[in-house]
């Protein structure tokens, strides 16, 4: 092994990477879609979201997981913000890429994903009256962002399959 090999070797197994997760901020008259899911034993609120596959497009990622954590099919409509948290619990470090998205159909006898106990619709002023039982600081920054009006083009999205 030559010694450009062995750094690059070593580079690898030092290399540090945040969880890359997407998070799809639904709206329908006005309130939003999202799931109550039981974390360590707490109820806690959070967006449809969740963890990018390989070779899963982020857009690809948003549709599936909200599909699985909410039973809605959904069409994104625009990126709303790029989010980094460390966890104050594990120190896990995120990214969270947070897509707007229009609902377009809902599988209401659909089995969700393990831990999410259901998908329900709430207002803004809900949603914060709530902030207690949001799952990061992130679920409620970017509904803020939504409402806002952050929307960037998908296009500043590419993936390169």
Known sequence: MSSE??????????????????????????????????????????????????????????????LEESGWDVEPTALVGLYQWKSPVDGRHFLRVALAADPIRHHPDRPLDSGILRALWLTPSELQDAAERHRSPLVWRAVTDYLGGCRHPLSALTHFA
């Open 5 to 66: 090999s062995a750094v690059a070797t070593a580079e690898t197994r030092n290399f540090w990477q945040p969880d890359v997760t997407v998070a799809t901020i639904v709206v329908r008259d006005g309130v939003l879609l999202m799931v109550e899911e039981d974390v360590a034993g707490r109820r806690v609120l959070n967006q449809p979201a969740g963890h990018l596959e390989p070779d899963e497009s982020l857009l690809a990622a948003a549709v599936r997981e909200t």
